[in-house]
């Protein structure tokens, strides 16, 4: 379920980015984290702006009160938001409007835009409608004479997991032997000769 949810979240957004009138301004991305930060971050915010989606991490789960074993799962997923401007770090976070028209999307429209998007959904999957938590600065700086702002903010959801079948067990003896039935006559319900394999 974790893998969907984030997959959700990244496919709504892109699609809000993607629309007509959409957000009005581009976001060149919205990915999965893989640890771009931690890289050259000179390469990385040439790629502004942007969001990424990451999985936080699952709170421990409490056993519902039904058969058949299932988990009540809170889970916390994360949003990066960043932008960059040459105006400085100002530009960055609030961006340029002008005329209601945006002309540099700031971090902060981002993140509200975000918001908007994800609060109180549910992804159409079988979790409870995301609430937004905390917001974090990852980055609010100047590099190579940008302003540069990165935000993070979590969203919370619960979900069911469910305890898997018991696993077979080859060593099970109904699983040692294998039944063979033979019809020699087509459409005749009745077996002409019968094998039963015992398997080593």
């Excluded at 301004?25 to 893989?34: A, D, I």
């Excluded at 696993?167 to 039963?196: F, Q």
Aim: aromatic share 8%.
């Amino acid at each position: 379920m974790i893998s969907e949810i984030e997959d959700a979240i990244i496919a709504r957004i892109e699609a809000a980015a993607s629309a007509t009138p959409g957000l009005g301004y581009k976001l060149p991305f919205v990915e999965s984290y893989g640890g771009e930060l931690d890289g050259d971050l000179g390469t990385v915010i040439r790629k502004f702006p942007g969001v990424w989606v990451t999985f936080g991490g699952c709170r421990a789960s409490t056993k519902m009160a039904t058969a058949g074993g299932k988990w009540k799962t809170p889970a916390t997923f994360v949003t990066m938001c960043g932008s960059r401007n040459v105006r400085g770090e100002r530009a960055t976070r609030k961006g340029l409007t002008v005329g209601g028209v945006i002309k540099e999307v700031g971090v902060y429209q981002i993140l509200n835009d975000v918001s908007l998007l994800l609060a109180g959904s549910d992804l159409g999957l079988a979790i409870t409608p995301l609430k937004p938590g905390a917001i974090r600065t990852l980055f609010n700086t100047k590099l190579n004479g940008q302003g540069l702002a990165v935000f993070a903010r979590e969203w919370h959801c619960e979900f069911i997991e469910t305890k898997p079948r018991e696993p077979i067990d080859p060593t099970d003896p109904m699983w040692l032997k294998l039944g063979i039935n033979y019809y020699l006559k087509p459409g005749d319900a009745v077996a002409d000769a019968s094998d039963v394999l015992t398997l080593t």
